[in-house]
């Protein structure tokens, strides 16, 4: 009975180790735009299209791309490689962000994967690079890339 009862409290401390763990990790979903790679909390994100019908809207800043019909809902798409000041890119992806209950799209170049990003890894960007729709960096785990992580309510504040 105490060999079962030992292995029950294991297994409590196995599992309660992993939800610490799973804590200190957070998913992101990487994509690129004019060469710099980008990431954005999965939180997020609910779609991504290679292909997108974008409708073009009269008198609104350069960088709105216009808007999609997504299953009845108008989605605003915001090309984000305007938004930062850089000339887009052909054929662009579409990431569909649900931000405070408010859908926009960003158009990328290219989506390139999820990645599980621990919490302590994540760094400020240095004064000389801040912008503020940033709000960190990190290098990838497992590789030598670095990427800036995007402040999703930031990107509303900013397109307003």
Not at 69 to 92: H, S, T
Request: charged residues 20%.
């Amino acid at each position: 009975m105490s060999e079962e009862l030992f292995q029950r409290d294991a297994d409590i401390e196995s599992a309660l180790s992993d939800k610490v763990h799973e804590q200190d990790e957070a998913k992101y979903l990487i994509f690129r735009s004019s060469n710099i790679l980008y990431a954005m909390s999965t939180d997020y994100v609910s779609e991504i299209f290679t292909s997108v019908d974008i409708t073009r809207v009269p008198m609104v800043p350069e960088y709105i791309a216009g808007v999609i019909n997504l299953r009845g809902a108008v989605v605003p798409i915001i090309d984000f490689r305007l938004l930062l000041g850089r000339w887009p890119e052909e054929d662009p992806c579409a990431i569909i962000l649900d931000i405070e209950g408010t859908s926009v799209g960003i158009l990328v170049d290219t989506v390139d994967r999820m990645v599980d990003i621990p919490r302590s890894a994540i760094l400020p960007v240095p004064a000389q690079n801040e912008h503020p729709m940033v709000n960190g960096m990190c290098t990838i785990p497992g590789g030598t890339s670095t990427v800036m992580l995007l402040d999703a309510p930031a990107l509303i504040r900013m397109s307003e």
